[in-house]
């Protein structure tokens, strides 16, 4: 697959190095800027538009269509906002690069000017020194993660380690149908490599096959999507249940044996939550009872909420000893239905993500832990593959485990190591790391419950 990106990267470079030998054979000066040309100035982010509504499927417009006008370009040094992208203006270093070798394939015909001459001084251009675009996909924003460490982390990193490439970057809110009609707007659009954390990893796998025979890869993050990716980037989901379910547990006590608890999964559709419940079921099976489980449709807290609800009026106060919530999100909206039917004291939940509300109400005592994923070298992983496989190099060196998905084959991998958090280890996990500070955390809302925790300056 490798070689074949490769290859198609070296043919559209030779049919622009042939046009621009044709165009540079014709006399007269050129008097219209070559398109996508833009003026120097500082490089920016590339950000799209708001999701469009969820629908039918729009088919794909005929080449020969004329496109529709593209939506103004957002102000110098603006990130925000989510959607589909629009079409990028122009890649003034790939421009350069291919500027470079045109002028030498001019000088070598016999039919270089001086100026072309000039220009063939520099050094030859090689398929490392291309700027891929990238194409960023997110979930969605209710997830607090997403937008506050994820998606300034990879850009951050693209930054540094690709200082030429862009980063177009969309957010689906949750729908399916957004997801989809960002992934191929931007197959359309010119990206050369998307990082994509599917809502729905099914139901993206026609459009990820669509990006691959395009010859666009895919980095599928955090989430392993359907269809021929090219890389995967996350944590051991599995494992990460596994740690829920032995600290809820624990913190049970003598309940553990024998004891009912509520099961908050996450969504069915997303193949993070199935692998969190196997790998919870294997801790709980043959120690708790599971009065009732409920899947939580695209993580939504609000859907949490009601179903814990139910399960309080079914179970009643005294009968939930209890809570296994997938992640920080849910487990917000289990501790605000438990509040409302007036449980006290409040069953032990989990939780996952490390969201700074849910550290807080780990020290205040109203959630018992979650789960902290270091998000950073997560990010790093995913931007330095991508920019790896833009320029059609194989991510072998970054990626050396290998992870299975829905056509068993093997994908280059990176997982990394999921740490438990609990009101004793916040100091030594998400505080040491830099994820928060004490300041954050220890808002006058929670002064008194840190500094039982120990958690003062």
């Known amino acids: 697959m490798f070689r074949t990106i490769r290859a198609i990267r070296e043919i559209r470079t030779i049919r622009t190095i042939r046009a621009g030998t044709r165009r540079a ?6 008097t219209r800027e070559p398109r996508g040309h833009r003026a120097e100035g500082p490089r920016r982010h590339r950000r799209a538009e708001g999701p469009r509504r969820e629908g039918p499927e729009h088919p794909r417009r005929d080449a020969r269509d004329p496109r529709p006008p593209l ?7 603006s990130r925000g906002g989510a959607g589909s992208p629009p079409r990028r203006a122009g890649r003034p270093r790939r421009l350069g690069v291919l500027a470079a070798a045109m002028a030498l394939t001019a000088a070598l015909a016999g039919c270089g000017s001086a100026e072309q001459a000039h220009l063939a001084d520099g050094p030859s251009p090689t398929l490392t020194e291309f700027t ?7 979930p969605d924003t209710h997830t607090a993660r997403w937008e506050t460490f994820d998606r300034p982390l990879i850009e951050a990193k693209v930054d540094q380690i690709c200082p030429g490439c862009t980063v177009d970057y969309a957010n689906a809110q949750g729908h399916v149908a957004a997801q989809k009609q960002q992934l191929e707007s931007m197959i359309t659009g010119g990206v050369d490599v998307m990082i994509l954390d599917p809502v729905d990893a099914r139901a993206l796998a026609p459009a990820v096959s669509k990006a691959i025979h395009a010859g666009i890869p895919v980095v ?31 913190a049970m006590g003598p309940e553990a044996d024998g004891g009912q608890i509520v099961m908050m999964n996450g969504d069915p559709a997303d193949p993070n939550a199935t692998a969190l419940k196997r790998g919870a079921l294997e801790v709980f099976n043959g120690r708790v009872r599971v009065a009732k489980a409920y899947d939580t449709d695209r993580w939504r807290p609000e859907i949490a909420h009601a179903n814990m609800s139910g399960a309080i009026a079914a179970l009643g106060a005294d009968g939930i000893d209890g809570v296994y919530a997938a992640n920080d999100g849910i487990a917000g909206a289990v501790i605000s239905a438990l509040k409302s039917d007036f449980v006290e ?16 109400r780990i020290v205040a005592g109203e959630q018992y832990m979650t789960v902290y994923k270091p998000f950073k070298p997560m990010a790093d992983a995913a931007a330095e593959m991508a920019v790896a496989l833009g320029r059609g190099d194989p991510p072998g060196a970054i990626a050396p485990e290998h992870a299975r998905e829905d056509t068993l084959r093997g994908v280059p991998a990176v997982q990394f190591d999921p740490i438990p958090v609990t009101a004793g280890t916040v100091r030594d996990t998400v505080v040491r790391d830099g994820m928060y500070t004490i300041a954050q955390i220890c808002t006058p809302k929670y002064a008194s419950a840190c500094a039982r925790a120990g958690l003062t300056v």
């Open 71 to 77: 939506s103004p370009r957002p102000p110098e040094g």
């Open 220 to 250: 599928s993050y955090d989430r392993l999507a359907d269809g021929p990716i090219s890389g995967y980037v996350s944590f051991d989901a599995r494992r990460i249940g596994r740690l829920q379910a032995e600290a809820l547990l624990r």
């Open 345 to 360: 004291p409040l069953p032990p939940v989990t939780g996952q993500d490390a969201d700074l509300a849910a550290i807080q």
């Open 25 to 30: 054979e014709q006399p007269g000066p050129r």
């Open 132 to 138: 891929p675009r990238i194409g960023l996909l997110l």
